[in-house]
């Protein structure tokens, strides 16, 4: 017999800039955030029977809504706010994931309202709900990076197919593309959160809210400094390292994967022209590339649920 | 305690073009490869010792040499000879993913040897072999289609932020993004191939080797005519009709999933300008995008082990 | 002194699909439409006084107007009447500029009323018009075409940097960017056409309109022949057999611009692997690649005026 | 009679990342080189002669030999030592044009040998050189500027199809794509430099070289400022603005094109919501959008000869 199995619908990319004024000096938050539902959806999928539908338009309807209503700090606030917004109030609805993708502004020539959109990498997160208890990843990717040395690789199989050199003295560039999960989620309610008990934990015991930007800042740190920091025998190597150095410097945090695309810059081979090439001048290659993709958690994390999906 | 997870590695999107002449007539096959290694890696991950590394390098140069050795059939056979002989060359590589997508060609002016390159979707296939087993996925994407009537959409919640106005007859468009899951694997083993034995089945029992390019044609004809055919009341509604046609054609196959955007058509609104719209000028929209993901499947599809991943 | 030079503005991309219904036979025509104006706009740049702009959000709503009042039906004649509309309306628009992309769709699955996009390479049209003149560059982009032979490649120069190989027989892969001009502009005026006058040219004399679709076609038609059927000794020549056939084949057209990437397919060198390989395993590579960029014109060509800006 | 028009050939895109190190401070310059050559070119498209062809690929081999001999400084006199090369050594190339885009690194972890990508815009040039002159382009791209306020948009023309309300309080966004051409080029020859002599300039008349770096960081800081400072009544008005402040600060450009996107921020309606919208919640669009492009240049300035080709 056929059947329907796991689905979800929502609005993906839904772009919303929100501009907050103090004075003269205003500030702005630049994102792109997809909604997307799960429940009581058999008969929309067998009979076309919309009754349980929450349209995506209504879902976009709701974040430009909040945004003013609530207005935007950390993106996990404001993914975890939508989500609930679309469980607690629609009974057919039985669990939200809201992704945020955040585009990061510096402000442009020392003016209170002009910005220059800087080229920092993407901050992201992915909040889930199901009525009772919340799940976050966050994350970022396109953060561009590069060791001019330190980076060696040696040591490896050699089969009928195996070429390449070993070497001790490479560049390794990457980017990084990293997510990791929360243990707890505890969101502050804003002024007027239909949830706003959360601001004592789910469990209501007080706990301290998340502090989602510090502990972006402090993640965001540890990758850039274990990556410049370990001297690397492997990419592997290496993003076990930076995974690592996340959960040691992050005790919020019990879960990093890591994708870890190896962006090769081949050493240009200059003796034709009568040229030596002491590790100076590299071609920057597209593809193909190694991909090195990892996990790094902690032994007693929490089980992960609905996290990663 | 922090410790490795789940990880693996490989080269990513390997470009090769493999042209096989008879007489003047020429065939080419363009594909984009991709390999993925797991097994025995902690050590690489921990201390950089990369004896258990079959290099990116010579997977990539694997996928040339196999193109040279074995000819380039049907892709699915192409991967699955690929991660056979990664596993079973390689005591610490314990399983394999191969992932290969097909760009199509057509014959150019009647040429023999001259070609353009079609419009027509994207092929792709994921395989993975552990040793013992294979599982395999095959899909299609980028195929955009679009139906100018048969669609409604009503009937759905109203909620405070619903503004979305009921509608008897809209465009509904979509780019298809599918895959399949075959609920058995036997390749066919080329000449020379190691694995040859598995002609008869894994389990020698004689059946049929997989008809990877029979199959797909019947499976993106089962999408096509149930997305021109089905008197749509939603997406969600589509798209279990999509699912279950390619269930109800293709007893090969166990389980179907499907990712399908709400490309919006929006009727443009010209009553400003004196002029009616009889459902005739439309804006195509970019974002955001209603996104419905679902999976269509028989209830006694046998589990999927890894193949999804 | 520091003055104002050359400037334009208008609305680009402007997405417009239209359907059209014959019975149960419908038709789509999917366009994407690009505005620009220029004229007595110094004052709006040297003072901010807007009182000669016609909004570039008023050019998007003329394309939508236009296209349920006048139907769409080849680009080039939408084109015109646009460009003719914002020319000949407003007296502080001296000359414009109107280019369009379409996309092309196929019927899916035999039925009326629901389509597939096409594979097939973008049509484009640039119309100029200053109110007394029209102008006419059409083209095509990203038709992909390759040889698996007849293509050579020898006694080019050697410098101290050259260490390509001569070859006699190589892949010649490409993605054709082709511009052409017409000699004149007839446009057909539609029902209720300010410019209806054209309709015997120009000049009054009587000519027959242009026939946009068919000459396309034949345009279309003679770049593939050209490309298949030249024995080539060089990209270059290529080029130029290409230009010269559409010239010969097409007495309405006067110049063609072509620019050709070179997608190099490097043949894989398999020797370390013990493997010969006889021109059949090719790696297509991305970047960098070889770009050829030509014009094939008729001695007694017009001058081109605004046509190629 | 049909002929050859205009022509040129080159490799595009030739990727190049070059290492400095001083001790354990290393530095990098990171590359897109393309280049193109003309001149005596007929035989190759007519005939496929390819005597006066210096390949593309040793035009690539050039590009990385010259960065170890020469290393690479200023983009703009890389570009022109290539430019140099390519004519004063083939009798055949009349004329070279190497365009260079350079993507910007920051140190990362004050490490001396880690890199992060920099947000940055991309930094471009074109130089031309046809034996005996040089002509210089620099530019920039993905320069993404918003302001909160100080954008009015009103008095404009308000024809049948205008419904866009005046605004007097708007976000104003582009995203700056500038090109601006310098009055005279006397590149510095860097040791071993077969145009060294052009170190007093081309007419020898002993001005000091360019000073490509310190010019381009005046541009940037000029166009940013002006943006910044602008009280907008039109972007065509901020256009004006950024084009002549570059002037005005810098005496050694001339002329400046400038291309800027209007990235629309819709102010959101909230009314159906029972909310008001004072600036707060915009939806950023994708398409269409607004496109102003306009020169602003110097009533003396010389002639351009082929720089902006």
């Known amino acids: 017999m056929i059947v329907l199995g796991p689905n979800r619908y929502g609005k993906a990319e839904t772009r919303v800039v929100r501009v907050t004024r103090h004075g003269d000096a205003h500030h702005i938050k630049d994102l792109n955030v997809s909604t997307s539902l799960s429940g009581a959806m058999a008969d929309v999928h067998l009979t076309g029977d919309n009754s349980a539908v929450l349209t995506t338009d209504a879902q976009k309807n709701t974040v430009y809504a909040f945004a003013r209503k609530h207005g935007i700090g950390a993106i996990e606030d404001f993914a975890l706010l939508l989500a609930r917004r679309f469980v607690d109030s629609q009974p057919s609805v039985h669990r939200a994931r809201v992704a945020v993708e955040e585009y990061a502004w510096e402000r442009n020539a020392?003016?209170?309202?002009?910005?220059?959109?800087s080229g920092r990498e993407v901050r992201t997160c992915v909040a889930h709900y199901d009525g009772s208890a919340a799940w976050m990843v966050c994350g970022l990717r396109d953060l561009v990076v590069l060791n001019t040395t330190n980076s060696e690789f040696r040591g490896f199989v050699k089969d009928e197919y195996t070429t390449l050199p070993e070497?001790?003295?490479?560049?390794?560039?990457?980017?990084v593309d990293a997510s990791w999960r929360h243990s707890s989620v505890r969101p502050t309610g804003p002024d007027g959160d239909p949830g706003g008990d959360w601001d004592r934990g789910p469990d209501g015991?007080?706990?301290?809210?998340?502090?989602?930007?510090?502990?972006?800042?402090?993640?965001?740190?540890?990758?850039?400094?274990?990556?410049?920091?370990?001297?690397?025998?492997?990419?592997?190597?290496?993003?076990?390292?930076?995974?690592?150095?996340?959960?040691?410097?992050?005790?919020?945090?019990?879960?990093?994967?890591?994708?870890?695309?190896?962006?090769?810059?081949f050493l240009v081979d200059l003796a034709p022209f009568g040229l030596d090439n002491p590790n100076e001048v590299y071609l920057a290659a597209d593809r193909p590339y190694g991909l090195i993709e990892g996990t790094v958690l902690r032994d007693d994390a929490p089980a992960a649920g609905p996290a990663w999906e």
Chains 1, 2, 3, 4 share one sequence.
């Open 167 to 175: 070497t001790r003295d490479r560049i390794l560039a990457t980017a």
């Open 110 to 117: 020392g003016s209170g309202h002009s910005f220059l959109r």
């Open 205 to 265: 015991n007080g706990e301290a809210a998340n502090d989602w930007d510090k502990s972006y800042e402090t993640v965001r740190q540890a990758l850039l400094t274990a990556f410049a920091g370990t001297y690397s025998l492997s990419l592997q190597q290496t993003l076990y390292a930076m995974g690592a150095r996340v959960l040691a410097d992050c005790p919020e945090i019990c879960e990093v994967r890591l994708s870890l695309p190896n962006k090769h810059h």
